[in-house]
């Protein structure tokens, strides 16, 4: 079974008063067990806050983020560090590996953080990794390997725990096309392998129409959903 | 894990830390060394004396060099009830010519063969009460002189000069910063007065057994512990003083930049910490990591340092002059896990940094 991922009157505001920025208003959807979601909108438009309250980052000022019938938007402090180190699965923008480590050294510090069997984790980060293509790459520093095959890493990264939510910001930013649709696809072939829920920021319409379902968001709020068509 | 792979990855950034906490560490173990060493300078032969209590004149301020008893203090003092044992000791400095024609000033102190101020013999003999011309040396002053149990030596003081012949080896070590020297108290008294008289002082000091002496005072004396005693030798308080205030900067020092490295360490890799904490990881997780790199700096900065400074002062004692550093198993540890604690006091404000990362950084975002 898949997970459950409803959000209700989403309401994000920095600042008070005059100074008060409404960075996303009154948002709601739901998704479906299995389904890989593409959020995409201008700059500003309040995606990026939005996939952090999912993410269980930032605080929403308004709404309820229902996770499998647990309303996550009431968590704090530890018991919100622990939801984001069991449910989610977070694959950064270019660069977010720690540079000093190597690919699979990078993926065992999530064992390391989550307290895992470290031999069951080093067992599991080589067969993520040769999945993804990188069982030859696995002993390379993370800034030996090129922006495509850190991407990759950071998908292993996101999945090493075992998430049901995959949250996913801005994946190819860093990356030209051709590399960032090789990217999209293999996080994708991942997710939806393991049955994961996928949220994914991008502002690459090219990148979103891969996702199942896209959300687009303008000023703050959704102003439109469509199922992606695929060629 | 994560602290002790990026020390491997990152091996010249952290040598370099390392080598700078090597050389502090060498610093302050340099400094503790010489604390002990002008301690044992200063009055290693007064922490020997076997006494419970060192009688003094009431009228010199705890100074042995302005001390001074006539025959009836010294009695009295030796009838003080408590005093199970007493043996007054004369003391002056006199100065004496190397073969390489330097004159050199060495301590020298007055006994009574037979009582508790006379010193254990090494090597040689012990004087007995006709030898008047008979030396007992000390191991540094046979050192600094070049001189051997056999051999004479022209010792002045004022106008006189007078030969003895050092007839047994000690090891008590210095007397207010000279080596010192033993003779009979008799041959102190002609020496450092001339013409003895009835009216001649009789000793410097009385060196008193029993209980509660110390603090006793009587006519025209009074009674300190050795402790007193040593503190009240002539530039110790000063010179302790500074050594210490030295040992302290040391210790700020060495836990200063052991904190700033780390400081600026954590303030460059806060994008890295951002993502951590947004992957779940907690403070401590990182803070541990942080704690881990600066205690291995740290360690391996002492235990280069250790052995450095205990080579460096071999070296210096093979020198005609050393300067007077001392090394004890004291000395190491408590230098060592004085330098670690203040690592881990250095690297605590790079923990108040991790604490303050919002792992919203991670997503690139500005609130």
Partial sequence: MGIRLTVRDLDKVYGEGERAVHAVRGVSFATEPGEFVAIVGPSGSGKTTMLAMIGGLLTPTRGTIDVNGRDIAQLRGKALAEYRRTKVGFVFQANNLLPYLTARENLLVMARINRSDMKAARARADQLLEELGLTARRDALATELSGGERQRVAIARALMNDPELVLVDEPTASLDSARGKQVVQSLIAEVKGRDKLGLMVTHDMAMAELADRVLEMHDGQLVGQAVAARG | ?367
């Fill in chain 2, 1 to 367: 894990m994560i602290g002790f792979l990026e020390i491997r990855r990152r091996k010249l950034q952290f040598a370099l830390v390392g080598l700078i906490v090597t050389l502090i560490s060498f610093l302050v173990l340099m400094i503790n060394g010489l604390g002990v060493g002008l301690n044992e300078q200063a009055g290693r032969a007064l922490r020997n004396f076997d006494a419970d209590a060192i009688a003094y004149s009431d009228r010199a301020g705890l100074s042995v060099i302005r001390s001074e008893l006539s025959a009836e203090t010294v009695e009295r003092i030796g009838e003080e009830s408590g005093a199970r044992e007493s043996a007054p000791l004369g003391y002056m400095a006199v100065n004496y010519r190397r073969d390489d024609g330097r004159v050199k000033s060495a301590a020298v102190l007055g006994f009574d063969p037979g009582s508790i101020g006379e010193p254990p013999v090494r090597a040689g003999r012990a004087l007995t009460a006709d030898d008047v011309n008979g030396l007992l040396a000390d191991r540094q002053f046979l050192r600094a002189s070049g001189l051997k149990v056999g051999d004479t030596v022209r010792l002045s003081v004022r106008l006189q000069e007078r030969e003895f012949t050092i007839v047994g080896e000690l090891n008590e070590g210095a007397f207010f910063f000279q080596p010192s020297v033993y003779m009979l108290r008799s041959t102190w008294r002609e020496m450092k007065y001339g013409m003895v008289t009835e009216n001649t002082p009789s000793a410097s000091i009385v060196l008193l057994k029993g209980e509660g002496l110390a603090g006793k005072r009587g006519t025209g004396w009074e009674a300190v512990s050795k402790s007193t005693a040593f503190a009240n030798i002539e530039g110790v308080a000063g010179q302790q003083s500074t050594v210490q205030a030295l040992r302290v900067f040391g210790y700020l020092i060495g836990g200063l930049v052991v904190g700033v490295f780390f400081y600026v360490l954590t303030l460059q890799k806060t994008p890295q910490i951002g993502v951590l904490k947004a992957v779940g990881a907690s403070t401590g997780f990182i803070f541990r990591q942080l704690l881990v790199q600066a205690l291995l700096v740290a360690l391996g900065g002492v235990v280069i340092a250790v052995p450095l400074a205990w080579l460096t002062n071999e070296a210096i004692k093979q020198a005609p002059d050393p300067v007077p550093i001392a090394f004890t198993t004291g000395t190491f540890v408590t230098t060592s896990v004085l330098l670690l604690l203040m690592a881990v006091v250095g690297v605590l404000f790079s923990g108040r940094q991790v604490a303050k990362v919002d792992p919203i950084i991670a997503l690139g975002q500005q609130q």
